[in-house]
Structures are given as C-alpha cells and as structure tokens.
C-alpha cells in the first residue's frame, strides 16, 4: 500500500512541512517512520511506504510539531539536509523568445499556427502599464510623451507584463485582423476614459474562437502570454494542458514582478476592465512534493488534479508559488476590491475574461484539495500555483 503525503518545502530555509494523510492513518495505533529518502506508515498488518523524490533529503531527528488534525491527517515540521534542486519551468516565455532564433506562434488552446515562421532581431521589454502616468508626477512641465506611443517596428517583439506586441506588416500571419477580429470589444467598461481602448477588436483563433489579444492599431497586435505558446521552428511542437499553462505563466508573472518591483499585491483583471481576483504572493521558492497514495484514496486532497500527476504511483516534485486570493465576481469583496485598485502599491494584470474564470477556477480547486486547515489564512483562501 502507498503512503500519501504533501511535503511543503522552502527553499531558501530549508525547511519543510510534512502532512501524512488521513486516509495513510484510518487504523490507530500506527508507527511512523521518516527516513531520509523515504516514509513509511505500519499500522497492525498494513504497510504504507513512499519514496520521495531525487534531490530530496530530510533530517529525521529534526522533526517537531507533531499532531494530529481530524480531516487533515498528521502535520509535522522538519528540516532538510541540502536545498534541492529546483525542477525545470513547464514553460518558459523567455527561453523560447529570443533575437535572431526562428520560431513560430501556436494558439495554446488548440494548437493552431497564428504566426507562421518569424525571426525577431530585438526583443525588448515594455516599462509598467502606468509609466506615462509616473512621468506626469515626476516632470514639472507637460507630458513631452503624451502623443507618442511604443510601438513595435517591423521584426521587433515589445514584452510587457501580460502580453506580447508584434508588428503586423509585412508578417506571414494565418489570422489577419479583418478575418479573425471582427468582434468588436463590446465589453469595456464605462468607466474607461479613453476611446481608444473602446475601438481595439478582439484577435480570435479562427478554428477554436478563443480569444488571443486584440489589435492597438493599424500595424500593431497584442498577444496575451497565456493565450499563445511560442515553439523553436526547428523542434516538434508539443502542448501544454491547459490548466497547467495558465499557472505557470501566472506563476511567473507574479514572481518576476515581485523581485522587479517589490509588490506583492496584484489585481487579476479581464479585458472588460473587471476585476475578478485578488492576489497576495505569500511565497515564491515553494517546492511542492506529494504522493496521492493507493488510488482508492486519490479523492483527498490531490494538488493539481490529474492532468499534474498519476492516481497513484511515485512521488513528484514540482515549483510553486503560494498566493491568498479573494473571488471578486458578482460583486463578491467589492469593497476590498475597490480599495486595492487605488492603491499604488497593488499591480494590474491584465488577461482575456474568459482566462480569469479559468483562473479562478484552478485557484478554487487547489484550495478545495488542500487540507482543511490550509485552506485559509485569516480572511483570504489559500491555494498553489505550479510553474
């Protein structure tokens, strides 16, 4: 029988928490043992063992902190022998998007070619979304960038936070505004000043319709990260499940943030300009290892659903970030929200609608599979999001 546990690893301590599930301990007494690359759970006749993963060491006679919490299993807090060795991203936008390398853009949600093959001679980054409005603070005489805008030139690639901009001339591109944006951005919110933003049109995949970004002028289109994968030309495609693309890359986007600007607050918006989520990056050199056990106890508390690990089987260890979050659809902590979008100490981000639901979704079941106890801190939900 397969013991199931969550090990919570930090990495820049070297510490961990250990929770063995319920389901390991239904017959009490039982005799616990922790070895360095293993554990194991005898109970009368019945034996439940896992191995932990390759790089993962602990020290047994560190353990504290033992108890146990009826749903939850048992919790104890130990400490590692050596810091493993992080496990590689499941995708990462800036190893795939460099100058001078062929590569083509593929819909993320069906594999479809959006932008057949393409060579960026410079691929830059974009400052913040609010930089024209911290220049209006800091000079003492009319904005001398109010009228210009930072547009890519042919064969460049502007990064920004949530999006990429492309130029659109002279580009082999499958969809072209008039056959993939004729949806109007209908939705924008009243409250939005500039017309502009009113006018922008929907990019759409044409075979699945998900919506990819949408174009800001003539020559110029936004793609949001989470919505196109960007492959080597000379590589074989492979794709990414969904789920599992859509944390990673938020994931990172949190991260980076965190360590460019020093924020940890972020509002999750859709392109309507409501906000659906409210995110608080807790920690970010999470290492996440867990056992689902025998398969008849797979229904508890499993972290990232199947398509992130078998029923049953070997443990696995993955990156992660932890984040509180708070729901704001159907008007759900209106005021919180509210107070977070006039606070400049909170980051905008900014994803298709349909996304943020999807977000939010993920963010529910990560809390949902946790152990009861873990699943909230103070008045906010906790939850994982794998990189």
């Not at 410079?122 to 109010?146: G, I, T």
Request: hydrophobic share 35%; charged share 20%; glycine share 4%.
């Amino acid at each position: 029988m397969a013991c199931g546990f969550l090990l919570e690893i930090r990495r820049r301590t070297q510490s961990a928490l250990l929770v063995i599930r319920e389901a390991s301990l239904q017959n009490l007494p039982a005799d616990i043992t922790v070895d360095p690359d293993r554990l194991e759970v005898r109970s009368g006749a019945a034996c439940g063992e896992a191995a932990l993963p390759p790089g993962v060491s602990l020290a047994p006679s560190s353990c504290r902190g033992l108890r146990r919490l009826p749903g939850d299993g048992l919790h104890l807090r130990l400490r590692l022998r050596d810091a493993p060795r992080a496990p590689e991203l499941v995708y990462n936008l800036r190893e795939r998007l460099k100058p001078q390398k062929n590569c083509i853009f593929y819909c993320q949600s069906c594999g479809d070619v959006i932008v057949k093959e393409r060579k960026f001679l410079r691929v830059l980054p974009l400052p913040s979304e609010n930089w024209s409005a911290l220049v209006e603070e800091w000079c003492c005489h009319p904005n001398p960038f109010a009228r210009s805008a930072l547009h890519p030139q042919r064969d460049d690639c502007f990064l920004g936070d949530t999006f990429l901009l492309l130029n659109s001339r002279n580009q082999s591109c499958v969809l072209e505004s008039p056959k993939c944006s004729s949806e109007s951005e209908h939705h924008t919110s009243q409250n939005d000043s500039t017309s502009k933003s009113k006018e922008n049109t929907r990019v759409i995949c044409e075979r699945c319709k998900t919506t990819l970004g949408e174009t800001v002028s003539s020559d110029t289109v936004k793609y949001y990260v989470t919505e196109v994968i960007i492959w080597p030309s000379e590589e074989n495609f492979s794709t990414v499940p969904r789920s599992q693309f859509i944390q990673s890359m938020v994931a990172q986007c949190l991260v980076e943030l965190s360590s460019a600007k020093s924020t940890f607050r972020f509002t999750i918006k859709g392109d309507n300009g409501r906000i659906y989520i409210l995110i608080w990056l807790l920690n970010s050199d999470t290492l996440l290892v867990e056992s689902s056990g025998s398969s008849s106890s797979h229904g508890a508390f499993t972290l990232f659903g199947d398509n992130f690990m078998p029923s049953c089987g070997p443990s696995k260890m993955w990156n992660a970030v932890k984040v509180l979050y708070q729901p704001c659809i159907k008007n759900r902590n209106k005021d919180l929200a509210d107070a977070w979008e006039n606070d400049f100490g909170v980051h905008p981000l900014k994803f298709p609608s349909e996304t943020c639901l999807e977000l939010l979704l993920i963010l529910s079941l990560s809390t949902a599979s946790l152990p009861p106890s873990l699943q909230r801190m103070n008045s906010f939900q906790v939850a994982f999001l794998k990189m």
